[in-house]
């Protein structure tokens, strides 16, 4: 579905991605994981058109455009919404920009993510969690091909946390695509059919979590795994024994 090659992305003489390149295959849960600055973000926002970059970028086998990104649902890690509205007026907004006549998805969403009361009241007045259950039912309400989520559940209450991974779960399903970013390992293991380990820009490693297993020749976990393929791993022992002295 999503076809990323030889990918850069650099903020004046700052190189923060550093041509990589990867697919999200129809079907599938995609995880990009790296540590704080490794250029997941810049990643994301290059998709969506939000930074400049060079390399190409396909959707569907097409050049990524306005049209192809209609087809994309985006939840970035720091809020796009526009404060001054409401939930409701946000959502009319949006609505028009993706020309969505029908409200049915929209009020299925609201329900499900118990925003009934907020729907009327500034968003500068909610809560971070509220705004985050705003910016992700502004992402699904077009009922996308491709998920982009770059932390979404930042903020969420476990019940709607839960609600999103099994939207997640039941998208992919249905033959949709979802390129997921997280910081929360154990919920990348779980989710995740394949995984990209991002670290200063470059890819490091990406497959299932079997064979990242096998490249990193960890036994343990994802978060063993994902230490050990950054080189954090050393790192926290030294700290640590530091600690300990």
């Known amino acids: 579905m999503l076809e990323v090659r030889e990918l850069f992305v650099k903020y004046g003489n700052f190189t923060a991605v550093k041509g990589i390149s990867f697919d999200v295959e129809e079907g599938e849960i995609f ?13 994301l926002k290059s998709i969506m058109g939000l930074v400049n970059f060079e390399g190409e970028i396909k ?4 050049k990524i455009g306005v049209e192809e990104r209609n087809l994309i649902g985006y939840v970035p890690e720091e809020f796009m919404l526009i404060d ?24 299925r969403l609201i329900y499900a993510f118990e925003l009934e009361k907020y729907v009327n009241k500034p968003i ?24 982009i989520l770059d932390e979404p559940l930042n903020g969420l209450d476990a019940k709607s946390s839960r609600i ?10 249905k033959g949709g695509a979802v390129l997921f970013s997280t910081h929360i390992m154990e919920i990348a293991e779980k989710l995740c059919d394949r ?4 670290n200063k820009g470059e890819i490091v ?26 080189g ?9 024994d530091a600690l300990s002295r």
């Open 31 to 43: 995880g990009l994981l790296g540590p704080n600055g490794a250029g997941k973000s810049s990643t």
């Open 59 to 62: 959707l569907l086998g097409e």
């Open 84 to 107: 001054v509205l409401t939930p409701l007026e946000f959502f009319e907004f949006v609505a028009s920009l993706r020309k969505i006549n029908s409200q049915e998805r929209l009020f």
């Open 124 to 147: 500068a007045s909610l809560s971070m969690g509220t705004k985050q259950k705003v910016a992700i039912i502004a992402a699904l309400m077009h009922d996308p091909k491709l998920l």
């Open 164 to 173: 999103l991974k099994e939207m997640m779960k039941r998208h992919v399903e």
């Open 195 to 198: 995984i990209a380990v991002i």
């Open 205 to 230: 490693a990406m497959g299932t979590i079997e064979e990242l297993r096998k490249k990193a020749e960890v036994e343990g976990n994802l978060e063993d795994i994902f230490l050990k393929l950054t």
């Open 232 to 240: 954090e791993d050393e790192y926290i022992r030294g700290v640590v």
